[in-house]
T-cell receptor, first 113, second 109 residues
Framework: NAGVTQTPKFQVLKTGQSMTLQCAQD?????MSWYRQDPGMGLRLIHY???????DQGEVPNGYNVSRSTTEDFPLRLLSAAPSQTSVYFC????????????FGQGTRLTVV | SQQGEEDPQALSIQEGENATMNCSYK?????LQWYRQNSGRGLVHLIL?????REKHSGRLRVTLDTSKKSSSLLITASRAADTASYFC?????????FGTGTSLTVIP
């Protein structure tokens, strides 16, 4: 049972490039979320989904897009990367609600130069 | 501004001692959760306490919640070297989910 799988683990982007961070879960959870973690700060919610086809904004949504076409997958897209988006990104899935017990992936460390 | 703040920021104890860390938040909540993060890894859920609960136990963990003071504490009893990690509180406000800045716990063997 893999749980929540994030790819890639590491990525370096140039300013202005676009990319998609992948997240997949095999626990059949309805709820999934994306967070960023910066030094000295707790995790901050970017976007979340309460089911296939339904997404909503978190605390820091600007610069990021999401979609949820299947229960299993919840990709995070950066359309035009900026140095301020350098961070560690975590995906999570929740079995009973968007803000209840969360199962986290191992993270993607993104550097924008 | 961030909803949750932990203190202390860092805590160093001897193996076998108890560790207490605190979390304060600003607005009303549905529930409060504690997570552990080992260096370079994802977060692991430890315990969830609902707003109508005052205390909850799970193994060596004891969590209290005081909604009148908007604060929570996490007690880890009989600490082990494997408890060395960062600990975060997280609050569900109904339409948002906020993490605190974390307490870094070091347990010295």
């Amino acid at each position: 049972n893999a749980g929540v799988t994030q790819t890639p683990k590491f990525q370096v982007l140039k300013t202005g490039q676009s990319m998609t961070l992948q997240c997949a879960q095999d626990m059949n959870h309805e709820y999934m979320s994306w967070y960023r973690q910066d030094p000295g700060m707790g995790l901050r919610l970017i976007h979340y989904s309460v089911g296939a086809g339904i997404t909503d904004q978190g605390e820091v949504p600007n610069g990021y897009n999401v979609s949820r076409s299947t229960t299993e997958d919840f990709p995070l897209r950066l359309l035009s990367a900026a140095p301020s988006q350098t961070s560690v990104y975590f995906c999570a899935s929740n079995p009973t609600g968007p803000f209840t017990e969360a199962f986290f992936g191992q993270g993607t460390r993104l550097t924008v130069v | 501004s961030q909803q949750g703040e932990e203190d202390p920021q860092a805590l160093s104890i001897q193996e076998g001692e108890n560790a207490t860390m605190n979390c304060s938040y600003k607005t009303s909540i549905n529930n409060l959760q504690w997570y552990r993060q080992n260096s370079g890894r994802g977060l692991v859920h430890l315990i969830l306490i609902r707003s109508n609960e005052r205390e909850k136990h799970s193994g060596r963990l004891r969590v209290t919640l005081d909604t009148s003071k908007k604060s929570s504490s996490l007690l880890i009893t009989a600490s082990r070297a494997a408890d060395t990690a960062s600990y975060f509180c997280a609050t569900d406000t109904g339409n948002q989910f906020y993490f605190g800045t974390g307490t870094s716990l070091t347990v010295i063997p």
